[in-house]
Nanobody, 124 residues
Framework: QVQLAESGGGSVQAGGSLRLSCAASAVTNPLRYMGWFRQAPGKEREGVAYIHTVSAYTRYADSVKGRFTISRDNALNTVYLQMDSLKPEDSAMYYC?????????????????WGQGTQVTVFS
């Protein structure tokens, strides 16, 4: 069973940066679709960024375009989310997700595996 482990969350002042990592283990078949989602208290989980691990095609939510960058290291089975110019509204639990069969980038049903999440808090 594939396991995803996020790291890199923390507290940062508005305007600062954080880099999240998601390491996949027990990968026996390629994980072609990787995404980052976030969920703030009282809100629904929303897609933030997506990457196709073979083509490196990426997509971003409008709220993070130009500030967040998703990347991957296939040799390490790791996906990253570089978050710059952070805002208080970016505060949330961030989850990594992985899928094999594809689907809409920001639909949760696209993904077969989920991490436990890492907390990001941005204070003003």
């Amino acid at each position: 069973q594939v396991q995803l482990a996020e790291s890199g969350g923390g507290s940062v002042q508005a305007g600062g940066s954080l880099r999240l990592s998601c390491a996949a283990s027990a990968v026996t078949n390629p994980l072609r679709y990787m995404g980052w989602f976030r969920q703030a208290p009282g809100k629904e989980r929303e897609g933030v960024a997506y990457i196709h691990t073979v083509s490196a095609y990426t997509r971003y939510a409008d709220s993070v375009k130009g500030r967040f960058t998703i990347s991957r290291d296939n040799a390490l089975n790791t996906v990253y989310l570089q978050m710059d110019s952070l805002k208080p509204e970016d505060s949330a639990m961030y989850y990594c997700a992985a899928g094999r069969t594809g689907g809409p980038a920001f639909e949760q049903n696209t993904y077969n595996f989920w991490g436990q999440g890492t907390q990001v808090t941005v204070f003003s």
